[in-house]
């Protein structure tokens, strides 16, 4: 089982919202956009301020992967 944030890249283009502009504009780290890229673990206050900066849901930058 695993969160994945495909999603979160998509939403990003649509919103016209670049990695760039997460860091300068938002101080979102680069160490957490990578973390991100990697599917790794990421706070909970993350994925808040993503939906709040790119004014959409979780479910718009996260998914849950089931293994089967």
């Known amino acids: ?29 680069n160490g957490q956009l990578d973390r991100l890229r990697k599917n790794a673990d990421v706070s909970t206050y993350t994925l808040n301020r993503l939906c709040e900066i790119l004014d959409c849901r979780i479910e718009e930058i996260a998914e849950y992967i089931k293994s089967v």
């Open 1 to 29: 089982m695993v969160i994945v944030y495909d999603r979160l890249w998509v939403t990003m283009k649509e919103k016209h919202i670049s990695q760039y502009r997460l860091i300068k504009e938002y101080n979102i780290s």
